[in-house]
Structures are given as structure tokens and as C-alpha cells.
């Protein structure tokens, strides 16, 4: 069961996305919170799958502020940005940031079905960077370990000088 975080203070946008979600998305159950506090208190005491995050929350001074206090707590959640904000750079910017897509609102009226895209996606694009990542670190550890056992060989580490 994919459990998702809808952050979503506007009670229409909210019903259009839960049903988009209901009706596009297999095995998901969704739960909603209205504010950046209540959706910080959620990723605290429950565990979410993937977070769609309205960027224009009522608790929040701005949209990168919004983005910035979920992220915090979300760990490694993926995070959609979800929004009716037109605005290409900022959009561009949380994706660097870490957002794994920015589904405009608009969209979803006409074409529910982008949110399950949206999802779909973003999970995808998440594991594949979680798995590449891992990859990384193990390499870089077995990197390290033959370094260690070279230095040995090089003269890096000696029997003769140890302490008696």
C-alpha cells in the first residue's frame, strides 16, 4: 500500500487531488493535513511513502520556507511540489534542491491522471537516485579498504615498528 502526504491547506484543491489519487492511483491511501506544523508533526509519528507539498501554506512565510521546513523532516520521502504558483525559477530551484517534480494544480482539473504520473515518477526517480547513492558510498568504502591494504605493501604500515 503506497502511503502518501497530501500538505494541502485549500479544501477544493485537496478534494480534486484526493480524487485524482483515488482514481488513478492503484493500492495508495492518502492522508491530508492543512498546514507545514501539522504536516512536520505527521513525518514525526508516521511514515509516508511520498509527500505532494501545496507551496502556499498559511503557517509559511514563503514557498521556499515551506519547501525548506517539510524537507527537514521528510528524510528521504520524495517530495512533489504541488502548487498554483506559476513560477518556472522557483520551480527549477526546489528541483536542485531535492523536489523530485513540480506538478502545477491547473493541470490536474483537466487531466487527473497526471498525478498519478506525478508519482509514479517521482518514486522511480527517487529509488534509482537512493540506489546510485548506495552504490557511491560502497564504492567509496571499497576504495578506501584497498588504500588501506596498498599502504600496507607501500611501507604505510610496518610489523617491525610496532610497540613491544
Known amino acids: 500500500m503506497l502511503r ?3 500538505i ?3 479544501d477544493s484543491d485537496a478534494y480534486i487531488i484526493q480524487k485524482a489519487i483515488h482514481d488513478h492511483v492503484k493500492d495508495a491511501v492518502c492522508s491530508r493535513v ?3 506544523k501539522a504536516g512536520e508533526e505527521y513525518l514525526q509519528k508516521r511514515r509516508a511513502d511520498i509527500i505532494l507539498l501545496d507551496l502556499g501554506l498559511p503557517d509559511s512565510s514563503n514557498p521556499a520556507d515551506t ?3 517539510i524537507c527537514r523532516h521528510a ?3 520524495p517530495i512533489v511540489i504541488s502548487t498554483n504558483i506559476h513560477d518556472h525559477a522557483l520551480a527549477m530551484t526546489l528541483v536542485h534542491e531535492g523536489a523530485e517534480d513540480y506538478l502545477n494544480k491547473d493541470l490536474i482539473v483537466d487531466k487527473p491522471e497526471h498525478v498519478r504520473d506525478a508519482i509514479t515518477f517521482a518514486i522511480e526517480r527517487h529509488a534509482l ?3 546510485a547513492m548506495s552504490e557511491k558510498e560502497e564504492a567509496v568504502k571499497e576504495s578506501e579498504q584497498k588504500d588501506t591494504v596498498l599502504n600496507c605493501f607501500m611501507g604505510g604500515y610496518s610489523v617491525s615498528n610496532r610497540k613491544k
Open 75 to 77: 528524510g528521504k520521502i
Open 129 to 131: 537516485l537512493q540506489k
Open 67 to 69: 519547501y525548506t521546513r
Open 8 to 10: 494541502e491547506d485549500s
Open 34 to 36: 492543512a498546514n507545514a
Open 4 to 6: 502518501i502526504l497530501l
